[in-house]
């Protein structure tokens, strides 16, 4: 079964401090690979997006890395700010759909940014 | 420029009760979706539609009725609502399939409670 986990499930870090969230994914065919933010009580919005020839992508202070070959990928937010205290959900997109639809959705891993 | 928004945001129902929750997006998208959100899990997906008039079951779809006659609603229906399925409900949208690397927007989500 096509399956995404990540890691940590939680982490509390002091404003300004760095942090680097892990994503792991068994996924096949497998087309591009989604980090998203969800602020609580709200949908999730989407940071980046990168196929498997894009190592490094990023938005602003967010950071996403991918390695196609360990099927691994990275979240790295810099400067953390208080607003980015969110869930952070790892999400891989096949080639095609099933009863799992397009997107594959991992856990997410809880950032608490505290001043 | 309202995006997709769903209604209620809030709903508590009576097991057995037929609710139906709201989903519309202005933009136009041939894809939109339907998850629900659970503590423990990923987001998982109840039903999708590429397009009006067409709709396919999801990976959880059991209990649960959608439509897409117009392409901006895709309501969802619990024909008789379960306590399990007390959960926060996401509608998304999308232009192309994800494997096409098309974004996908989400809704605020509904929290539904059954009791």
């Known amino acids: 079964k096509n399956q995404v986990e990540q890691s940590p499930q939680s982490l509390i870090i002091l404003e300004g401090k760095n942090c680097t969230l892990q994503c792991n994914y068994t996924v096949s065919p497998f087309s591009n690979l989604r980090w998203y933010k969800q602020d609580t009580g709200r949908g999730p919005v989407s940071l980046t997006i990168m196929t498997f020839s894009e190592n490094t992508k990023s938005n602003g202070r967010y950071t996403a890395t991918l390695d196609a070959d360990t099927k691994q990928s990275s979240l790295h937010i810099t400067a953390s700010q208080l607003s980015d205290s969110a869930s952070y959900i790892c999400?891989?997109?096949?080639?095609?759909?099933?009863?799992?639809?397009?997107?594959?959705f991992g856990k997410g891993t809880k950032l608490s940014v505290k001043p | 420029d309202a995006g997709i928004t769903q209604s209620p945001r809030y709903k508590i129902t009576e097991t057995g009760r037929q609710v139906t929750l709201m989903c519309h997006q202005t933009?136009?998208?041939?894809?939109m979706f339907w998850y629900r959100q659970d503590l423990g899990h990923g987001l998982r997906l109840i039903y999708y539609s590429a397009a009006a008039d067409i709709t396919d079951k999801g990976e959880v779809p059991d209990g649960y009725v959608v439509s897409r006659s117009k392409t901006e609603n895709f309501p969802l229906t619990l024909e008789s609502a379960t306590r399990s399925q007390t959960s926060v409900y996401f509608c998304?949208?999308?232009?192309?399939?994800?494997?096409?690397?098309?974004?996908?927007?989400f809704g605020q989500g509904t929290r539904l409670t059954v009791v």
């Open positions: 998304a949208s999308s232009l192309g399939q994800a494997g096409r690397r098309t974004e996908a927007f």
């Open positions: 933009w136009s998208h041939s894809y």
């Open positions: 999400v891989v997109a096949l080639n095609y759909g099933g009863s799992q639809g397009n997107l594959i």
